[in-house]
């Protein structure tokens, strides 16, 4: 089994920076692809970003392209989504994720943490 733990989310102004971390631990995640999705109140969970083993290839929704960077450290089992110039529509619970598929559906992923609160405040 693996456990993911998301932490950095708050509150922040519009215009603002936030970087969110996940932490894995359990069972090696060696090919694992991880990404990061999100669910606003009142919504369906939606795709983010999403990115290989190695962190050569990375893939992103275009409502976060540009202002997004996600990244890993595999040798800290961790996964990181720094997020740049928030919009007030940016807020919603994230969520990390990890599978054996790179895609952007949610189905795809075997394994999810608990999810951290981003609010942007207009």
């Known amino acids: 089994q693996v456990q993911l733990v998301e932490s950095g989310g708050g509150v922040v102004q519009a215009g603002g920076s936030l970087r969110l971390s996940c932490a894995a631990s359990?069972?090696?995640?060696?090919?694992?692809?991880m990404g990061w999705f999100r669910q606003a109140p009142g919504k369906e969970r939606e795709f983010v970003a999403i990115i290989t083993w190695s962190g050569g290839g990375t893939y992103y929704a275009d409502s976060v392209k540009g202002r997004s960077t996600i990244s890993r450290d595999n040798a800290k089992n961790a996964l990181y989504l720094q997020m740049n110039s928030l919009k007030p529509e940016d807020t919603a619970v994230y969520y990390c994720a990890a599978g054996l598929k790179f895609s952007k559906v949610a189905d795809a992923m075997n394994y999810w943490g608990k999810g951290t609160l981003v609010t942007v405040s207009s």
């Open positions: 359990g069972r090696t995640l060696n090919n694992y692809i």
